[in-house]
C-alpha cells in the first residue's frame, strides 16, 4: 500500500486502546505497527488459526464471526474504527483465535506481530492494561448475549440487536438512525431464522416503528423503537 503512516494527532480521542498514553508513546506504537488493507468480505483473522496478530481496525467496518461444526455461522459482535481484535497475540503462551473476523466494508487495520506487541505491552504498561479492560467489554457482552439467548423470546432478541446496532454502526440521518445491514445478518446475529426475521421487520414496519428502504433500515427513535417493539 502507498506510504502512509498515523500518528497521535490522527487517533480519536476515543479510542480506548491509547487511552491514559503520552501522544509521544502513542507514536511510538504507531509506528511499530504495519498498516494493511482489506477489501468488504475478506477474512481478516480465521478461527482456529494462531493467534500471533494484534490488529486496531483504522478504517472501515468489521465483525466477529463462530462457524458452528455444523457449518452455521453465528455474528457475534461488530467492530467500527478503533476497536482491537486479536488480543490473544498479548500472551506468550501460544494459543489460537477463539473466533474469525471479517471485513464488512473494505478497511484499513493496523497489524502488530505477536512479538512486537507483547514488547510495547511490556515497555508501556498502560497499553496492557487498556487492552484488558476491552477484553472485559468483550466478556460483558458475550455474559449478555448468553443471557438474553436463555431467557428471551425471538422478538425480544432481535429488538436488542437492532438497538444495540443503532448505538454502534448506527448512521444518524434525516428521521433518524439508518442502519446498513440486512435481515440474514440480523437473523444470525439474533440467533433466529430469516423467516422469523422478516416476519418481525415487517410488523415493526407496518407500525411505522421502522422504515426499510434501499436495503437498510430506518429506526426514527431507537429508544421508542425499543419500547414498541416488545
Not at 85 to 108: H, K, M, N, Q
Request: hydrophobic share 45%; proline share 6%.
Amino acid at each position: 500500500m502507498n506510504a502512509w503512516e498515523p500518528h497521535a494527532v490522527d487517533v480519536p480521542q476515543s479510542v480506548e486502546l491509547f487511552q491514559g498514553l503520552d501522544p509521544k508513546h502513542v507514536d511510538a506504537i504507531l509506528a511499530a505497527a504495519r498498516p494493511r488493507r482489506f477489501p468488504a468480505k475478506s477474512v481478516m483473522t480465521v478461527q482456529g488459526d494462531p493467534a500471533d496478530h494484534f490488529l486496531l481496525l483504522w478504517r472501515g467496518r468489521a465483525r466477529y464471526f463462530f462457524e458452528t461444526p455444523n457449518g452455521k455461522k453465528l455474528i457475534l459482535i461488530w467492530i467500527t474504527p478503533g476497536h482491537v481484535f486479536g488480543a490473544a497475540a498479548l500472551v506468550s503462551r501460544p494459543s489460537t483465535y477463539l473466533v474469525s473476523t471479517e471485513a464488512v466494508r473494505d478497511s484499513i487495520v493496523l497489524d502488530w506481530n505477536g512479538p512486537t506487541i507483547r514488547a510495547l505491552a511490556l515497555r508501556f504498561p498502560q497499553l496492557l492494561e487498556n487492552a484488558f479492560l476491552i477484553v472485559s467489554d468483550h466478556l460483558s457482552w458475550y455474559v449478555s448475549a448468553h443471557a438474553a439467548l436463555v431467557s428471551e423470546g425471538a422478538r425480544e432478541r432481535l429488538a436488542s440487536v437492532l438497538f444495540g446496532l443503532a448505538s454502534s454502526i448506527g448512521q444518524k440521518v434525516p428521521g433518524g438512525i439508518e442502519l446498513d445491514v440486512t435481515n440474514e445478518e440480523l437473523a444470525y446475529s439474533a440467533n433466529i431464522t430469516p423467516y422469523t426475521t422478516s416476519r418481525l421487520i415487517s410488523e415493526w414496519q407496518r407500525y411505522g416503528a421502522i422504515r426499510k428502504h434501499r436495503g437498510k433500515i430506518l429506526l426514527r427513535s431507537p429508544e421508542r423503537f425499543f419500547l414498541r417493539a416488545l
